[in-house]
């Protein structure tokens, strides 16, 4: 046996050894398996739409200022509205990329449906008037409101 078949049947063994850590199952819920191949990846898609999300608001502010003169409140609620909206999307690619069958999830998100409706009132309100308030053009973005 020469050197160089040596050298490749230990990187092949080390190759199985890596492939083995990263597929095998850690946990089981129902009927979706997760090894730690499956959280990187999901992790990696995460970073990937958080930054992507983030980029995506730069290139817009920029291009909004600068084609269509908008005052800063409107441009900020955009900009915003934009980025929640990008990370959502990229949330529910995430969790069907981890398997998940977001089709399942219709009566969790009812049931949060429900308790936005009734325990988030305040916190909810408090979004959409200062959606409305950056929106409208009685106040712009570094007023200060003295209560």
Do not use: P
Not at 76 to 86: D, F, K, L, N, Q
Not at 105 to 110: E, K, N, S, V
């Amino acid at each position: 046996m020469t050197t160089l078949d040596w050298v490749a049947t230990h990187l092949d063994q080390e190759r199985l050894i890596i492939k083995e850590i990263f597929t095998t199952r850690l946990i089981t819920i129902g009927e979706i398996e997760f090894s730690l191949l499956s959280l990187v990846n999901t992790a990696f898609w995460v970073f990937i739409a958080f930054w992507g999300s983030k980029i995506l608001r730069f290139m817009i502010s920029r291009w909004l200022l600068s084609h269509f003169k908008l005052e800063r409140g409107n441009h900020e609620a955009i900009t915003s509205i934009i980025g929640y909206i990008v990370l959502l999307f990229s949330c529910i690619i995430a969790l069907e990329t981890l398997g998940i069958n977001l089709s399942s999830l219709t009566i969790f998100a009812g049931g949060i449906g429900i308790a936005f409706g009734i325990g988030l009132q305040d916190l909810g309100s408090n979004f959409i008037s200062g959606l409305t308030l950056l929106m409208g053009n009685r106040l712009k973005v570094g007023d200060f409101i003295k209560v």
